[in-house]
């Protein structure tokens, strides 16, 4: 059974900073990736950041390009994102997942088949 369990969310202020932990069980996959996405009422859901399991590889959205960044410790099963210079644009609640997207679609939503339950940011500005 596949256990993503995020932790870490919370509020604060504009140009502030979070670190998102994701921890992970049961991954069935020894490559594909992991990856964090957010969702903000009435939009839909946003891959921002995505890592893969054995490459190591990364993808970032151009909206957190600078400002995020992901990574993995492997011998914890978990996954981490940092948030840093944080926007009021960047509240919503984010959700890890994991899957094995094909070529093109490392920050499509569609393309994980096992998400978290998620962990709610805000922004104030």
């Known amino acids: 059974q596949v256990q993503l369990v995020e932790s870490g969310g919370g509020s604060v202020q504009a140009g502030g900073s979070l670190r998102l932990s994701c921890a992970a069980s049961?991954?069935?996959?020894?490559?594909?990736?992991m990856g964090w996405f957010r969702q903000a009422p009435g939009k839909e859901r946003e891959g921002i950041a995505t890592?893969?399991?054995?490459?190591?590889?990364?993808y970032y959205a151009d909206s957190v390009k600078g400002r995020f960044t992901i990574s993995r410790d492997s011998a914890k099963n978990t996954l981490y994102l940092q948030m840093n210079s944080l926007k009021p644009e960047d509240t919503a609640r984010f959700y890890c997942?994991?899957?094995?997207?094909?070529?093109?679609?490392?920050?499509?939503?569609?393309?994980?088949?096992?998400w978290g339950q998620g962990a709610q940011v805000s922004v104030s500005s």
């Open positions: 997942a994991t899957g094995q997207p094909g070529a093109g679609l490392f920050l499509r939503a569609q393309a994980y088949d096992y």
């Open positions: 049961g991954v069935p996959y020894e490559t594909g990736y």
């Open positions: 890592i893969g399991i054995s490459t190591g590889k990364i």
